[in-house]
């Protein structure tokens, strides 16, 4: 099984500015990487899907990067409906796609 | 619109079994992977198990496998998460969630909350 590994487990960041959260997996998963946003009482949300893609509907202000074995989430400028937790996943072990535990994303 | 529309919350003993639903819409049901992703209290997301409806191929996670049962009713558009014998561990959020081909869970259910109590 593949383990994904997210930090920090907190975030505290002010509105307008960047946040930066981090996904390691446990071994290469190459581009299959996926990053989900939850906000409490909703179901997860599609962000990024293949490390760097945006989903439908995803502002511009979020942006993915990386490969194999290290992702960052960056968020450019902080809006207050951005704080919430995030999730990785990855997909590229075929069937059980792993996430992370989670990176929660608070106001400071 | 696509739409995956979850059985309603559920409260139960433990022993007793229990069968919950996820109902697809606004799309071609039998060509697209449904999957049940579990949220315990507080906690974070898991990978439980995914389903073929087209054909009925289905998947399971290691910690799941011989625990559920997902099974899906193409006739109705419909995937389906099932317990013999609920334990309190298993009290959670259950959310399905649709799988294209290439690309992760794409659209998600509202949830099923399930609380097992005596």
């Known amino acids: 099984e593949i383990v994904m590994t997210q930090s920090p487990a907190t975030l505290s960041v002010s509105p307008g500015e960047r946040a930066t959260l981090s996904c390691r997996a446990s071994?290469?998963?190459?581009?299959?990487l996926a990053w989900y946003q939850q906000k409490p009482g909703q179901a997860p949300r599609l962000l990024i899907y293949g490390a760097s893609t945006r989903a439908t509907g995803i502002p511009a202000r979020f942006s993915g990067s990386g490969s194999g074995t290290e992702f960052t989430l960056t968020i450019s400028s902080l809006q207050s409906e951005d704080f919430a937790v995030y999730y990785c996943?990855?997909?590229?072990?075929?069937?059980?796609?792993?996430f992370g535990q989670g990176t929660k994303l608070e106001i400071k | 619109e696509v739409q995956l529309v979850q059985s309603g919350a559920e409260v139960k003993k433990p022993g007793e079994s229990l069968k919950i639903s996820c109902k697809g819409s606004g799309y071609s049901f039998t060509s697209y992977w449904i999957g049940w992703v579990r949220q315990m209290p507080g906690k974070g997301l898991e990978w439980m198990g995914i389903?073929?409806?087209?054909?009925?191929?289905?998947r399971y996670s290691p910690s799941f496998q011989g625990q559920v049962t997902i099974s899906a009713d193409k006739s109705i558009s419909t995937a389906y998460l099932q317990w013999s014998s609920l334990k309190a561990s298993d009290t959670a959020m259950y959310y399905c969630a649709r799988r294209p081909g290439t690309i992760p869970f794409d659209y998600w259910g509202q949830g099923t909350l399930v609380t097992v109590s005596s």
């Open positions: 071994q290469s998963v190459s581009s299959n």
């Open positions: 389903i073929y409806p087209g054909d009925s191929d289905t």
């Open positions: 996943q990855q997909y590229n072990n075929w069937p059980l796609n792993t």
